[in-house]
């Protein structure tokens, strides 16, 4: 796969890449841009994503058999994502799903595509599938609107992914409680012609579209408890700690590579660690990045896995903490030396899992009494 290439984004005035992914971070105005990306009048320029495709009639039934989400009954224009995970249930890949009635296509951040791609097409083995990277042809674009694109739809059905966070997917479970900021979630990433891109930019030049960096869209991500690979998953994540059974797995599915651990933890067991968002304390003036290590009584707890300074919020990030810490405590954040106070927002509790509440048994050999009548 080659590298990619600036994105034609980056000649719109006050384009800043702050990160070196060749796409714009901001305008120059983040916390506007968030409201317009809000409000559903802006556009992401997301072009720094993969694009890959799986064709041939095996395509659903094979990657259902790999992957964690029921995939078998995806229809053409339905959005889905899963997971890959390694035989003892730790994340390896994630992938957005769109199925058009002839090809699967699989969204997924560039520095995945390659080893995922390969991994795939060392499972072929007999089936009918054939593999392929899409992502010199088409651009993704993403947005919390329905503005007018030029969406491909090279078999009749738009290519629009619409990410299926907003609410529990059949099959799967929700350890959050209570009312879900994922509700109001309605991102969705539109797949469009990459020789399109320029006369997208002539369009923002002349205010028919509206743009927004890539922080806005993290912000508001952030706000939604909604996780990402890039940001969230370490080597260690399982899927239930990021409260990832609630759209990406299937908890009544066949069998699939490390499902054994996926079914133990939530029926039996408990995520050792857990999502939280974080409310940031702003008066030291100074902001945590994501790697930032997250204590209670002065003990390492977790790290800041994400963070941004919300248009309505204020300073928020996403940490991945330890099971054990209290959910009620303040937790302070170590941005560059200054400490930071950090109220949680509990996305899993600590008592998230053992749903199936199996009971006790005795002990080999012990005498059960019968009560007196």
């Excluded at 320029?198 to 939604?224: F, K, N, Q, W």
Aim: proline share 8%; hydrophobic share 40%; charged share 20%.
């Amino acid at each position: 796969m080659s590298d990619a290439s600036p994105s034609p984004f980056l000649d719109l005035p006050g384009a800043v890449d702050t990160t070196d992914a060749g796409v714009p971070a901001h305008y120059g105005g983040p916390l506007a841009e968030q409201r317009a990306l809000a409000e559903g009048g802006a556009i992401v320029d997301l072009s720094d994503r993969a694009v890959l495709t799986i064709q041939g009639p095996d395509r659903l039934s094979w990657l259902n058999s790999l992957t964690s989400q029921a995939l078998t009954g995806l229809r053409p224009g339905e959005s889905s994502e899963t997971l890959l995970l390694d035989v003892t249930g730790r994340v390896e890949h994630a992938v957005r799903l769109l199925d058009d009635g002839e090809t699967l296509w699989l969204l997924v951040d560039r520095p995945e595509a390659a080893g995922l791609l390969a991994w795939l097409d060392s499972m072929r083995f007999m089936l009918r599938v054939e593999l392929a990277d899409r992502t010199a042809d088409l651009a993704t674009i993403g947005t919390l609107g329905d503005p007018p694109l030029p969406i491909a739809a090279p078999n009749g059905v738009p290519l629009i992914w619409h990410d299926p966070w907003r609410a529990v997917a059949p099959g799967g479970h929700q350890y959050a409680r209570g009312e879900h900021p994922g509700a109001g979630w309605t991102w969705s990433e539109r797949l469009i012609p990459r020789d399109a891109l320029p006369s997208l930019v002539a369009r923002v030049r002349t205010g028919e579209l509206s743009a927004a960096g890539t922080l806005a869209a993290d912000a508001l991500r952030i706000a939604a408890w909604r996780p990402r690979f890039a940001t969230e998953v370490d080597e260690r994540t399982i899927p239930h700690e990021l409260d990832w059974l609630r759209t990406a797995v299937h908890l009544s599915k066949g069998c699939y590579r490390g499902q054994e651990t996926v079914a133990k933890v939530h029926n039996l067991g408990h995520p050792p660690r857990r999502l939280v968002m974080l409310h940031l304390d702003g008066s030291e003036g100074v902001h945590p990045a994501p790697g930032a290590v997250v204590s209670l009584d002065g003990a390492e707890v977790g790290s800041v896995t994400s963070s941004a300074l919300h248009y309505e919020l204020g300073p928020i990030a996403l940490a991945v903490v330890k099971r054990s810490a209290d959910a009620g405590a303040t937790l302070t954040v170590d941005a560059d030396g200054t400490p930071v106070a950090a109220a949680q927002e509990i996305v899993v509790p600590p008592e998230a899992g053992a749903e199936a509440h199996v009971p006790r048994l005795p002990r080999l050999g012990a005498v059960t009494r019968t009560p007196r009548q």
